[in-house]
């Protein structure tokens, strides 16, 4: 009678047991952490008012639709609230620059709390954003002011 023969070798299991214990799974992709920058930024206030995001009544008749009061969609149908992206503008949302800081970035104001960038100006360029308040004396209390802002890239 023939001696039985383990078809799985013990010795090469083993040696990947060890391994596996030694280094851990560290060939595995892992999620990254996301990196956080603290940047100096100018920081202004807008509303969804007509002074704030440029738009206008067509006509000047209040019964008529609100257009774009300027640049490349200038008497265009404008949607009011609307951000750039699509979202519906509320307190968090924040206009900027997205060539430097794209859709999704998370920001950190002090004194303002945490918000998104959700929109895009013509004068919001380089580390100057615009935060969303929703009653127009909120963002002219804000005013202008330069702040150290937290920022995590999506």
């Not at 807008?46 to 609100?66: E, H, V």
């Not at 620059?97 to 929109?119: A, F, L, Q």
Request: proline share 8%; aromatic share 10%.
């Amino acid at each position: 009678m023939m001696p039985l023969k383990s078809h799985i070798p013990f010795v090469p299991i083993l040696f990947v047991l060890i391994m596996l214990f030694i280094f851990g799974c560290s060939t595995l992709p892992r999620d990254k952490e996301p990196q956080k920058v603290v940047r100096r930024m100018l920081v202004t206030a807008y509303d969804a008012g007509q002074k704030s995001t440029g738009w206008k009544r067509k006509y000047g008749c209040c019964l008529m639709p609100p257009v774009y009061a300027y640049g490349p969609n200038e008497g265009k149908r404008k949607i009011v609230g609307m951000t750039s992206s699509g979202a519906k503008a509320k307190k968090g949302t924040i206009a900027a620059d997205i060539r430097r800081y794209p859709y999704g970035t998370k920001m950190h104001i002090p004194g303002y709390g945490w918000g998104t960038v959700e929109d895009t100006g013509s004068a919001i360029t380089g580390d100057h954003i615009d935060v969303f308040f929703p009653d127009l004396d909120d963002a002219m209390t804000w005013g202008k002011k330069h702040l150290d802002v937290t920022i995590i890239k999506p």
